[in-house]
């Protein structure tokens, strides 16, 4: 008998991930033996978990906070082009010997969601510097961006972003504030909420709402809860906005390719299950 394949996602927290939704029906669709879980680590736990993938038949991963730069410390397989300008990764791929893989679909599903909300930003602000707000910054910079603006409020992330992209980029203007009013939403066409700060009920606002202007569209990364609060500013100022679902759904999508190609991932199934799945998620 073909023992059952394993996926999963490892962060902390991920109770609140819907990505187990979407890839189980996803396997479930095609008839494949496997299944997705959540893998709860904390920071001390990671080098032991990712030593014994194998062992545990699991075939592939996916990263999220605070995991995405760290776990690059445990790759001893093929490291991608978007790993390596990136400097994070958010899909592992286990391959026969036992080795891994590492890949960035972050950015790339966030390039294919911007696309479908027919977005061409050239001046954006970008709240958070790790590494969901790297592969964001990569993504609009191979999109033809000419200026972002980036607040974190560790400073030292910011500017290693900052430097970071600059000498790769040096085409596309990025600098780092030290407050968050320094990003002058006014003259912006986009804002980036790439931070955690919203997925909890007592999480603060962090931009001023008097600054959100109607020329500038607001999508924040946090899907669950699917309205956060800088979403219903958002709203309430006449701004067009998303959250972070289309992303999530197109991360998914790539990341199930690579663990499971040559078959082809089912979207609309991927995609019609995250939807019914946000409708029961709360407001922030």
Not at 38 to 63: D, M
Not at 259 to 280: G, N, Q
Request: hydrophobic share 45%; glycine share 6%; net charge positive.
């Amino acid at each position: 008998m073909t023992p059952l394949k394993i996926y999963g996602l490892i962060g902390y927290p991920v109770k609140h991930s819907l990505s187990p939704l979407m890839h189980n029906t996803a396997f479930s669709r095609l008839k494949i033996k496997a299944k997705y879980k959540l893998f709860p680590l904390k920071e001390r736990e990671l080098k032991s978990f990712l030593g014994s993938l194998k062992k545990k038949n699991i075939c592939g991963l996916n990263v999220t906070i605070p995991h995405k730069e760290r776990v690059l410390e445990y790759i001893d397989g093929y490291v991608s082009e978007g790993v390596r300008a990136i400097g994070a990764a958010n899909t592992i791929v286990v391959d026969k010997n036992g080795k891994l893989k590492a890949y960035n679909t972050d950015y790339s599903g966030f390039a294919r969601h911007i696309r479908e909300l027919k977005l061409k930003p050239k001046k954006i602000a970008v709240i958070g510097a790790g590494g969901a707000a790297k592969a964001v910054v990569f993504a609009l910079i191979k999109n033809k961006a000419q200026e972002i603006c980036i607040y974190d409020i560790d400073r030292f992330r910011s500017v290693s972003l900052v430097n970071r992209f600059n000498e790769l980029f040096p085409e596309c203007k990025i600098k780092a504030v030290a407050a968050i009013d320094g990003l002058t939403l006014g003259d912006k066409d986009l804002l980036v909420n790439a931070s955690p700060v919203g997925m909890k009920e007592a999480d603060l606002l962090l931009v001023d709402p008097a600054n959100l202007h109607k020329n500038i569209f607001v999508y924040d990364l946090i899907y669950n809860p699917a309205r956060t609060k800088l979403l219903k500013a958002a709203k309430e100022a006449g701004c067009a906005f998303s959250n972070g679902l289309g992303m999530l759904l197109y991360q998914g999508v790539e990341a199930w390719q690579l663990w499971l190609k040559p078959k082809i991932a089912p979207v609309e199934a991927m995609r019609a299950a995250l939807e019914k799945a946000a409708k029961r998620c709360p407001a922030s």
